[in-house]
């Protein structure tokens, strides 16, 4: 796998740093088969729970920062890693599930494991959705209860998932790129469509140096540089994690269209053109934040 399905709450690439896993993540127990078999049945009852209802499930890209979520309030909304950053928060606002597609390695140093505290206690959500190994990670440091929890089980790729089989979450997924990606298998398992992208960019690949967000980042250091900086890793893996994201995204689309699930990308600009386009002005009837 090359650890590629790390790579969305940190940039491309840095899966090379989080492979020195610490003794500390190597002697943690995962589930074991009878408990991950529990767990995952416990999705069956999100199967279909908002069947008929739009979501929009919000990414954290620049161009979130130009889109006002106040509108959603009342919708199935579906948001990601470090959402817990957004002012809207404060407000009052919450969104419906919270994801996170990082293995438990991921979180092998203290300063990553605080940005796992802080995007898991910070985005105030309904629920959460998170891989099976980060369970004792969760409860070994108390960051949510049990019951506003839920996990999912990922082995093997999408190249070796059935072409004609809807993803579930009472399923074994594959390991996907993103957590773009098991947002909107989420938001299938929920029954809902049409499914609305925000803040999809994925614009690293046209700008040198930070990986951008609607927020600014505190940088993280590593023996290499900042853990967000792009230009510390080659382009051509850049370029890659692009490739391997889009064609997820074409399998997904795939997978949508076979079950009846609609698939719009309302994102103010970037360039994810696997879905078609829609103006999230008029979806929700509001003008685009200055």
């Given amino acids: 796998m090359g650890g590629f399905h790390r790579r969305w709450l940190l940039p491309p690439g840095v899966h090379d740093v989080l492979s020195r896993t610490t003794a500390a993540v190597k002697s943690a127990i995962s589930p074991s088969r009878r408990a991950r078999r529990r767990l995952v049945k416990e999705n069956e009852a999100l199967r279909d729970r908002h069947r008929g209802r739009r979501c929009f499930i919000i990414g954290n890209g620049p161009s979130l920062a130009q889109q006002d979520l106040a509108p959603l309030a009342d919708d199935v909304t579906i948001v990601m890693n470090a959402f817990y950053r957004h002012p809207i928060l404060k407000t009052g606002w919450r969104p419906t599930i919270h994801c996170m597609a990082e293995p438990a390695a991921a979180y092998d140093d203290p300063r990553l494991l605080q940005i796992l505290r802080d995007c898991a206690t910070g985005a105030n959500a309904h629920l959460h959705v998170f891989p099976i190994e980060v369970r004792d990670i969760v409860r070994q440091y108390d960051l949510l209860p049990d019951e506003r929890v839920r996990y999912v089980d990922f082995r093997g790729t999408t190249d070796s998932y059935p072409s004609d089989r809807q993803p579930t979450l009472t399923d074994t997924l594959p390991y996907m ?113 200055a």
């Fill in 177 to 289: 790129t993103n957590t773009a990606h098991l947002s909107l298998v989420v938001a299938m398992h929920l029954g809902c469509s049409p499914i609305y992208l925000m803040g999809m960019d994925h614009d690293w690949l046209a700008h040198k140096g930070f990986d951008r967000h609607f927020y600014a980042h505190q940088g993280i250091e590593s023996e290499s540089g900042s853990l967000w900086d792009l230009d510390s890793y080659p382009y051509l893996e850049l370029m890659e994690s692009s490739i391997r994201a889009w064609r997820d995204y074409i399998w997904l689309r795939r997978i949508a269209e076979q079950s009846g699930f609609e698939i719009l990308n309302a994102s103010h600009g970037g360039f994810l053109d696997v879905f078609p386009r829609a103006d999230y002005t008029k979806v929700v009837g509001v003008r685009t934040a």
